[in-house]
């Protein structure tokens, strides 16, 4: 890795470079957060000729979109593009003598002066991605960089993963912010259950070292692929709403571990109304139980008790997630009791098989065509077992391989629907 310090007047990284860097690089940036404060106190640096710390950008040129990517310097140099932009007045506290001017409204002779100040950029060369992510750790060391800030820069497959699940649909639905990458935290949390397999500690440290185990995480593998099933499905359950208040950050990580644990034991393919219906249903309850001033003994709810208990600290503790797991799970039972069990056994037996073969003559049941043994499967009609089908002789069709995966799990196909 080189390092190239370079003196660069800030008009001459507006005009010329500012299409060139990319400010928001997923890969180690976390979005902007600073306040109106902190960006006017900024530029009241720059009014007072003060120093502001070097930038550090990253030649990324081989990459083919941008030439360089901000790797220090993010929330500086978006500000100073801001106040250009006249998207950004001065403070009255901070500048009083030009007190909510935007750039255009200044002096001439002032606007001069901040076009010609110059900034220290340090251009980083001939260095990899764990690299850049190692200086990027350093160069916070001891910064407001929040813990998943840091987490994110482990590396690894993981990580990556996590970053371009950010864009999954479901937090259109949700009303906070990604401010300190608060999508990555609960995607992790979720990551981290759905890797053990039931309710665990999700706190800070276990977090860190799973970042750590599974920087070779197979994002083609079954626990990749189960996770983005179960994420789709809570996006289809809010398939029509804008923003779901009801969706808070603890709220997100219940609704997962309830659905990644029922989705492959119920038949919940088209019961998402059911959730909606649930999970709103159980929060008004809730807030309304909060809401009394006074609750005699006889009509408390030791549930709903307890339930604010876990929401109240340590939410990402196993005793809360557990204890949250536990009686959403109860409580969306006894309202659902009739959710229809999947059969334990998916596959048909050999014996199973030849039965169905021989008693269907040989002959698809989607197609009416002969059925060579070798190109045979026994299919779950006429009910598919994703719609609670049992695997019984019954249940089975004599089919081709190609048949069966046109079907898939679609419903009320008849016999010869392929002829």
């Known amino acids: 890795m080189k390092t190239n310090p370079k003196q660069r007047t800030i008009g001459s ?163 906070f912010k990604n401010k300190h990458r608060d999508y990555e935290q609960i995607l992790a949390q979720c990551i981290k259950l759905e890797l053990e397999g039931k309710t665990t500690n999700t706190q800070g440290k276990y977090l860190d070292l799973m970042y750590k185990e599974e920087k070779d995480f197979d994002v083609n593998g079954t626990v990749a692929k189960k996770f983005k099933k179960v994420l789709d499905y809570m996006g289809e359950i809010f398939s029509e709403e804008n923003k779901v208040p009801e969706l808070k950050r603890f709220n997100l990580i219940s609704l997962y571990l309830m659905l990644s644990q029922m989705i492959d034991k119920f038949v919940i393919k088209d019961k998402k109304d059911l959730f909606k219906k649930f999970l709103i249903g159980f929060w008004n309850d809730l807030t309304n139980y909060r809401d009394q001033e006074k609750i005699s003994d006889d009509k408390r709810n030791l549930d709903f008790d307890d339930f604010i208990q876990f929401i109240s600290s340590r939410t990402d503790s196993l005793e809360s997630i557990d204890g949250r797991h536990k009686i959403l799970l109860k409580y969306f039972m006894l309202k659902n009791p009739n959710l229809e069990i999947f059969d334990n056994n998916r596959n048909f037996t050999e014996e199973q098989r030849l039965v169905i073969y021989r008693r269907d003559k040989e002959i698809c049941w989607h197609c009416g065509k002969h059925v060579d043994w070798v190109d045979f499967e026994a299919d779950h009609r006429p009910k598919p077992y994703s719609k609670g089908g049992k695997t019984t002789v019954g249940n089975g069709t004599c089919a081709h391989q190609s048949c069966n995966l046109k079907a898939s799990n679609k419903e009320e196909l008849l016999p010869g629907w392929l002829k």
């Open 13 to 175: 990284i507006y005009h010329r470079m500012k299409d060139k860097i990319n400010l928001s690089d997923k890969r180690f940036q976390r979005g902007s957060v600073w306040t109106r404060e902190q960006e006017q106190f900024l530029i009241d640096t720059l009014i007072k000729s003060l120093d502001i710390p070097k930038l550090y950008f990253w030649d990324v040129k081989n990459e083919g979109v941008y030439d360089y990517s901000v790797v220090d310097g993010q929330q500086r140099l978006t500000t100073i593009f801001r106040f250009l932009n006249n998207e950004l007045e001065l403070n009255s506290e901070f500048t009083p003598e030009f007190a909510n001017k935007t750039y255009e409204k200044l002096p001439e002779d002032l606007k001069d002066e901040i076009y010609n100040y110059e900034l220290t950029i340090v251009i980083i060369e001939d260095a990899d991605e764990e690299a850049i992510q190692d200086l990027f750790l350093r160069l916070n060391n001891g910064t407001t960089l929040k813990s998943q800030e840091k987490r994110m820069n482990i590396g690894g497959n993981l990580s990556k993963y996590i970053v371009n699940m950010t864009n999954h649909n479901i937090f259109s639905k949700v009303t």
